[in-house]
């Protein structure tokens, strides 16, 4: 109800990311918050990462909503949350269902187990990507700051990468926050405009999905009839 006031207040759409019980399910949640205050409904995580310092599966069911997009006052928003932003497949989806801006609430940083380890350009170009192939702008939020625990294992220490940023429709960046400090990140798109664009580009046009049923298999063979 706090943030259902908010946005109605601000009339602004706010995306509230939150743990969610379900009965005896566990299930990493966003809701969307349209600027009247009204609750559009939420999307579960589908897409669930273990490794150090993410052990996520220990806690968290994979989402059962399906990937889905919000129609709000300003746009048609597709939300996905963190990992799912390493699957094109997810980006892909929501635009299919009229997405207009991607968005991806995010925590990552570096790698407990390595420290040379820096994927966070790797992170941007992936997303950069996504809006680029389907002709969105795209929103990515990113924590900042340090995590520390102590585990069985010893101290498990986790830099966020911040860098938060908003991508164009060619992937190009056109706002961007650094690595220390909270941001507010503001562009302006016509996205009118950019619909117009999208359809002349021809990659939806274009698409074979009759080719692509080796997608619904986990290792590439015996795709459905």
Sequence with gaps: MRMQNLAKELGVVIPVSFFEEANNAHYNSIAIIDAD????????????????????????????TGFKVFETKFAKIGVAICWDQWFPEAARALVLQG????????AIGSEPQDEGLDSREHWKRVMQGH????LVPLVASNRIGKEVIQTEHGR??????????????TGE???????KEEAVLVAEFDLANIKRKRHS???????????????????????RA
């Design 37 to 64: 205050g009204s609750d559009l409904g939420l999307y579960r995580k589908s897409h669930i990462p273990d490794g150090p310092g993410y052990q996520e599966k220990f806690y968290f069911n994979p989402g059962d």
């Design 99 to 106: 997405a207009e801006i991607l968005l991806y609430p995010t």
């Design 131 to 134: 809006a680029g192939a389907n």
């Design 156 to 169: 498990s220490e986790i830099t966020f990468y911040g860098n938060s940023f908003i991508a164009g429709p």
């Design 173 to 179: 960046i056109v706002a961007s926050a650094n690595d």
């Design 201 to 223: 580009w021809g990659i939806f046009r274009d698409r074979r999905p009759d080719l692509y049923k080796v997608l619904l298999t986990l290792d590439g063979t015996n795709p």
